[in-house]
């Protein structure tokens, strides 16, 4: 079966950071396309971080390039998203995602493998 779940959310205030974490079961990591996505209230989901092995590539949408960094520790199966110089405009539910099925990568692909996301909120 697989299984992604996220933890690691809470609150900070504007400047921090914190790391979220994706623990992964049913599948490993490196063999598929993945990414982080968050939902604020009242907005669309979109895609933050976006990684593909095959390709070898990372994206990080504007917002968030240069404060947020994804990482890997294969032996636990889980992925990181590391967030520095948190904004409260950072302030959503986070989820990690897996594209098990089908070719392409990136954010802009149907992901079909979700966990249930954690919530972050950064205060001014």
């Known amino acids: 079966e697989v299984l992604l779940v996220e933890s690691g959310g809470g609150s900070v205030q504007a400047g921090g950071s914190l790391r979220l974490s994706c623990k992964a079961s049913g599948f490993t990591f490196d063999d598929y396309a993945v990414g982080w996505f968050r939902q604020g209230p009242g907005s669309v989901r979109e895609g933050i971080s976006c990684i593909s092995y095959t390709d070898a590539t990372t994206y990080y949408t504007d917002s968030v390039k240069g404060r947020f960094t994804v990482s890997f520790d294969n032996h636990k199966n889980t992925m990181y998203l590391q967030m520095n110089n948190l904004k409260p405009e950072d302030s959503a539910t986070y989820y990690c995602?897996?594209?098990?099925?089908?070719?392409?990568?990136?954010?802009?692909?149907?992901?079909?493998?979700w966990g249930m996301g954690t919530q972050l909120t950064v205060s001014a």
């Open positions: 995602a897996a594209k098990l099925y089908g070719p392409g990568y990136g954010c802009n692909v149907d992901y079909d493998s």
